[in-house]
């Protein structure tokens, strides 16, 4: 923060800066080696402020009254600032990179107070928001995953109503990656469609996943159960297709 390049490990505490370059306040130094305050004679100190080259404590600097607010939460330091009439910030001197460096500020305590309350106020709206949402995608889902399974009914009247919606249901799990999820899916093409009781059918329906337990290489399992899973579809579409022309 100082600008100052002291010789690598010494901490340049008479180049300590007594106020923030930009212009936010006063500057509180956190030593890294025992200091005592030049006016009091307190300490040794783990906060001092720098004026004129000597080091004075919080009390003898009138900053005696604010609490230390660590970095990490750039909200609350924020509000805290905003809310408190005065603050400082804290510094501590970096040796291996031979500078000062943030880490966190002076506030005072009802100024922390107000703000921690705005910060839980903000919280709270987020939660509600969350719920919201997370409402309003599972009515999204719910809606999305009874289009897909009247479209499975559709293309294949013979499948048993539980069975389409367990298709679907998995299918358009929401960030799955699956075919539901796909923008051919979400758009209900019948590719997308069949793609997905195909799966289903290619593990319910036919000694697939067997195939692959017992090392068989998943082209090769996928051949050999290929005319079982067609079969398996035939049916299903030609249920409809009976009662069509009864």
């Given amino acids: 923060m100082s600008g100052v390049r002291p010789r690598q490990g010494n901490e340049p505490f008479m180049a300590a800066p007594a106020s923030s370059p930009s212009g936010t306040g006063p500057v509180v130094v956190q030593p890294l080696k025992r200091r005592h305050c030049a006016e009091c004679r307190g300490g040794p100190l783990p906060l001092l402020v720098v004026e004129d080259g000597t080091p004075r404590c919080l009390d003898c600097a009138d900053l005696g009254h604010l609490v230390f607010l660590p970095r990490g939460d750039t909200a609350l330091t924020r509000r805290?600032?905003?809310?408190?009439?005065?603050?400082?910030?804290?510094?501590?001197?970096?040796?291996?990179?031979?500078?000062?460096?943030?880490q966190g500020v002076l506030?005072?305590?009802?100024?922390?107070?107000?703000?921690?309350?705005?910060?839980?106020?903000?919280?709270?709206?987020?939660?509600?928001?969350?719920?919201?949402?997370?409402?309003?995608?599972?009515?999204?889902?719910?809606?999305?995953?009874?289009?897909?399974?009247?479209?499975?009914?559709?293309?294949?009247?013979?499948?048993?109503?539980?069975?389409?919606?367990?298709?679907?249901?998995?299918?358009?799990v929401r960030g799955s990656g699956r075919v539901g999820r796909s923008a051919a899916g979400r758009a209900l093409?019948?590719?997308?469609?069949?793609?997905?009781?195909?799966?289903?059918?290619?593990?319910?329906?036919?000694p697939y996943d067997q195939l692959l337990m017992s090392g068989v290489p998943r082209h090769e399992a996928r051949r050999r159960i290929a005319a079982m899973v067609q079969t398996v579809l035939r049916g299903w579409r030609a249920e409809g297709v009976g009662r069509e022309a009864g």
């Fill in 189 to 206: 093409t019948e590719g997308a469609v069949t793609s997905a009781v195909v799966a289903s059918v290619r593990h319910l329906d036919t």
């Fill in 80 to 102: 805290s600032r905003e809310e408190s009439a005065l603050s400082a910030v804290v510094v501590r001197f970096n040796r291996r990179r031979g500078r000062y460096e943030r």
């Fill in 107 to 172: 506030v005072e305590e009802a100024a922390l107070a107000r703000a921690e309350q705005r910060c839980l106020a903000d919280a709270e709206a987020r939660r509600r928001r969350r719920v919201r949402d997370a409402r309003r995608r599972a009515a999204e889902d719910l809606r999305f995953t009874d289009a897909f399974a009247t479209e499975i009914r559709r293309l294949f009247p013979g499948c048993p109503a539980d069975r389409a919606q367990a298709i679907a249901a998995h299918a358009s």
